[in-house]
């Protein structure tokens, strides 16, 4: 899946993607990454909103776990289980969110796990940056349950 097809399930089937404004960047086998103009994330204060922070970091990770699910034909319903965000400083500008596995062997274990319980966990993280500093880290617990039959996205 490259980058045009990504964004465009995002916003056809995930409304607040939709409302966020979120654009796919770049995929690849290793990261996803989303940008996010400042505007439609805003909070009182000017800056982005805490909760579209979460949101995009969620939707990186999900499409990261997504994207790579599909590339190996594993059809699979996937869901947050878990999430933890460190915001280290306000988002003034448009913002990315770039979500990668902290530890790529993880992968094999997780593909093997769901394949044959039907069921696995994985975790993944993802850096929110804004104005070329890293603004936020976030670490989140993905489950898959397979799903013969229905494409992952």
């Known amino acids: 899946m490259d980058e045009r097809a990504l964004e465009a399930y995002l916003q056809r089937h995930i409304p607040l993607a939709r409302a966020m404004q979120v654009?796919?960047?770049?995929?690849?086998?290793d990261s996803v990454e989303l940008l996010l103009p400042l505007t439609p994330n805003l909070n009182h204060r000017d800056t982005a909103f805490g909760g579209s922070i979460a949101a995009a970091a969620i939707l990186a990770a999900w499409s990261l776990v997504s994207v790579r699910l599909a590339?190996?034909?594993v059809h699979a319903r996937l869901v947050i289980q878990r999430q933890e965000v460190e915001y280290d400083r306000p988002v003034e500008t448009d913002f990315s969110?770039?979500?990668y596995l902290e530890e790529p062997a993880a992968w094999e274990r997780f593909v093997h796990t769901l394949r044959r319980?039907?069921?696995a966990r994985l975790s993944v993280a993802c850096?929110?940056?804004a104005a070329g500093a890293c603004a936020a880290r976030f670490?989140?617990?993905?489950?898959?349950?397979?799903?013969?039959g229905k494409p992952p996205i």
């Open 23 to 29: 654009t796919a960047r770049r995929v690849t086998p």
């Open 71 to 73: 590339r190996e034909a």
């Open 117 to 119: 319980r039907g069921r």
């Open 97 to 99: 969110a770039r979500a």
């Open 139 to 148: 670490e989140g617990a993905f489950v898959a349950l397979l799903s013969p």
């Open 127 to 129: 850096e929110i940056a």
